[in-house]
């Protein structure tokens, strides 16, 4: 006998129950992981350019701003280093964050197009939780994020940046970096909730990509600051979540406890996805958009 279908419920309340990644739902979501992930490196690929714009910025500082403060650095021997170092070899990891920190803030801004278009609530409504969806893009910018950093290393080698390259320095810094990607593409996914429309986009990330490079140890080490009398920089860089993720790149590639660097990348990547996993659930951010149509 069948049980009386409930005529006062609303409409749409009789739906499937939320997707769970249950032992049968596994494949069909690493299927979708992968798939996530290959749309995102076929996208990367077809846009000839993108990798050369993802580059110009840091050779750039790399080839002409490093080259007229080569040998700045000399004056103190600071940790990591335990021998004076020209001021590339100092930027270069600096320099690494900024391709992780662009790339990141550009997958935010992929975020609100493929939302505006539509291909996103599209993606949104396929029977997987929403948090796996959300994952499974923040690892396709981590690997787009890592690519481009990877290139940008090798591009640095040939300018005649001379980093650590022995293979446990290299498997120390690839780690770090990316955990560093996953940690900025986390933080460009929580940005995309509160971006409505692409208009708003340039505005944004002025006030986030700047002040967070800038206050930083991307270009000076924080006791410079602390010596040179910039207090209110130097308490800011100390907070800053890339001072530590360029930190933690900077101890691994010269096999140094980098302290409570990685423990801050991770925190701040772990609390970001998650307050991006609440702004795109259906009851709050994303599902008010989706509610008002596309042109709301």
């Known amino acids: 006998m069948t049980a009386p279908r409930d005529t006062h419920a609303p409409a749409g309340a009789a739906a499937a129950p939320p997707a769970t990644l249950g032992r049968r739902g596994l494949p069909h979501a690493l299927q979708a992981l992968r798939a996530i992930v290959a749309r995102e490196l076929?996208?990367?690929?077809?846009?000839?350019?993108?990798?050369?714009?993802?580059?110009?910025?840091?050779?750039?500082?790399?080839a002409v701003f490093a080259a007229g403060f080569r040998n700045v650095?000399?004056?103190?021997?600071?940790?990591?280093?335990?021998?004076?170092?020209?001021?590339?070899?100092?930027?270069?990891?600096?320099?690494?964050?900024?391709?992780?920190?662009?790339?990141?803030?550009?997958?935010?801004?992929?975020?609100?197009?493929?939302?505006?278009?539509?291909?996103?609530?599209l993606l949104l409504t396929a029977p997987l939780p929403r948090a796996w969806l959300l994952l499974a893009k923040l690892l396709a910018t981590a690997v787009l994020s890592l690519l481009q950093a990877l290139a940008f290393v090798l591009v640095a080698a040939a300018l005649?940046?001379?980093?650590?390259?022995?293979?446990?320095?290299?498997?120390?810094?690839?780690?770090?970096?990316?955990?560093?990607?996953?940690?900025?593409?986390?933080?460009?996914?929580?940005?995309?909730?509160?971006?409505?429309?692409?208009?708003?986009?340039?505005?944004?990330?002025?006030?986030?990509?700047?002040p967070m490079y800038f206050l930083s140890t991307a270009l000076y080490p924080l006791w410079k600051l602390e010596e040179?009398?910039?207090?209110?920089?130097?308490?800011?860089?100390?907070?800053?979540?890339?001072?530590?993720?360029?930190?933690?790149?900077?101890?691994?590639?010269?096999?140094?406890?980098?302290?409570?660097?990685?423990?801050v990348v991770l925190g701040t990547g772990i609390a970001c996805f998650a307050?991006?996993?609440?702004?795109?659930?259906?009851q709050r951010g994303f599902g008010g958009l989706t509610k008002r149509g596309p042109g709301g």
């Open 73 to 121: 650095f000399g004056v103190a021997i600071a940790p990591p280093y335990d021998t004076y170092i020209p001021y590339d070899v100092y930027i270069a990891p600096g320099l690494v964050g900024m391709v992780l920190l662009f790339n990141g803030m550009q997958s935010s801004l992929a975020m609100v197009y493929d939302r505006e278009m539509g291909l996103m609530r």
């Open 42 to 62: 076929m996208r990367f690929l077809q846009q000839k350019g993108r990798l050369v714009s993802a580059l110009v910025r840091p050779v750039l500082w790399l």
């Open 228 to 263: 040179s009398g910039a207090t209110w920089v130097w308490r800011v860089a100390q907070v800053n979540p890339f001072t530590h993720a360029v930190e933690w790149i900077r101890f691994a590639l010269y096999g140094q406890d980098p302290g409570w660097a990685p423990w």
């Open 275 to 282: 307050g991006a996993c609440w702004g795109y659930d259906p």
């Open 160 to 210: 005649g940046t001379v980093l650590p390259h022995d293979p446990a320095a290299l498997a120390r810094g690839l780690l770090a970096t990316l955990c560093a990607a996953l940690m900025l593409a986390a933080l460009g996914l929580l940005l995309s909730v509160s971006i409505k429309q692409l208009e708003n986009f340039a505005g944004t990330m002025n006030f986030v990509i700047f």
